[in-house]
């Protein structure tokens, strides 16, 4: 497969598009982003790299990260995390809070913001320095000690995060969280502001197109586990669109506001895509647009 070739010409296409979306503007620090970045990144079966654009330039994950502490709590905890948060889309927007109310703080799934912050509850619980064994979990199998969080973005979302302290507060309403509101959202926070790359995305994320084994074929995933985030990547990696792109693009994926998206196609690759402007549902427009061109265009997907 010619993926350096079809990377390029998706490139070339992608950078003359003038409808891009808007910036995040709800976090104050990703307000600031250049709308016209635009990179991509490919890691095939063999481990071999194919990069276009701005492949190597970092930015915030923002709720790609959710994905990364789902796994760490998976290990952790097994299946007793499914008594504390469900497994079914929500067809809500990622910050909505009806459900939670009407289905007693039990957050529909671990990829919406409710779910990522039972998740960051049980990580907080279980870990003695949560924050530092979260990013040298991400450095070990990404063999990449650079990766960190960017704390200012991390500050920015703290003072502007007021739903997320809505749903933190609601789920402690209901017992579902363990620790105080402030501990475990300054956790989700610094979560949601890891800054890294296309190219470390799949660096990392490649794990989950692996069996659960990283690009130097050390397992952190057993099978089971793997099948089963890439099921949840599948139907809630893009929250009230997991549908379209389900339809679209066709491969278990997650997304961030800060216009990140990783998708990955079991045993044969995982694709970043960067492009900070949104669609109205909160995923990145460009993104999107490329990730449906890959697949047209390799005529490879779960489908
Ligand atoms: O909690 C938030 O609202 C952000 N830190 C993350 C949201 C996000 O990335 C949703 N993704 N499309």
Redesign the pocket.
């Known amino acids: 497969m010619n993926y350096q070739g079809i990377l390029s010409d998706i490139y070339n296409e992608s950078v003359k598009k003038q409808e891009r979306g808007e910036v995040?503007n709800?976090?104050p620090d990703l307000a600031q982003i250049d709308l016209n970045k635009f990179g991509m990144a490919l890691v095939d079966e063999k481990g071999t790299l194919y990069t276009c654009g701005d492949a190597k330039e970092q930015f915030s994950v923002?709720?790609?990260s959710?994905v990364l502490t789902l796994s760490l709590a998976f290990r952790l905890v097994g299946d007793d995390l499914l008594q504390r948060v469900g497994v079914e889309p929500s067809g809500d927007p990622?910050?909505h809070l009806s459900l939670l109310e009407q289905e007693q703080g039990k957050p529909r799934n671990p990829l919406i913001?409710a779910g990522?912050i039972v998740v960051a509850d049980i990580l907080v619980s279980q870990l003695k320095n949560p924050k530092e064994t979260f990013l040298e979990f991400i450095q070990n199998i990404a063999n990449d000690p650079s990766i960190t969080f960017d704390t200012k973005v991390a500050q920015s979302?703290k003072k502007t995060?007021f739903?997320?302290y809505a749903a933190a507060y609601l789920i402690k309403s209901f017992g579902n969280l363990e620790n105080d509101v402030d501990t475990v959202l300054d956790f989700?926070?610094h979560q949601?502001?890891l800054r890294m790359s296309c190219e470390q995305l799949v660096n990392t994320y490649y794990v989950f197109a692996n069996r659960g084994k990283c690009l130097q074929n050390n397992p952190y995933l057993d099978l089971a586990q793997v099948k089963r985030i890439n099921a949840i990547m599948l139907t809630c990696g893009?929250?009230d669109e997991a549908g379209e792109f389900a339809f679209e693009v066709g491969l278990p994926g997650k997304?961030?506001?800060?216009g990140g998206i990783v998708a990955l196609l079991p045993d044969k690759f995982c694709v970043a895509t960067w492009s900070p402007g949104?669609n109205p549902?909160?995923?990145s427009k460009l993104g999107m647009e490329a990730l449906e061109k890959l697949t047209t265009k390799t005529r490879l997907s779960i489908f």
Do not use: D, M, T, W
């Open positions: 995040a709800y976090i923002q709720s790609i959710k990622f910050n913001n990522a979302e995060g739903r997320n989700y926070f949601c502001a893009f929250y997304s961030g506001v800060g949104l549902k909160g995923n």
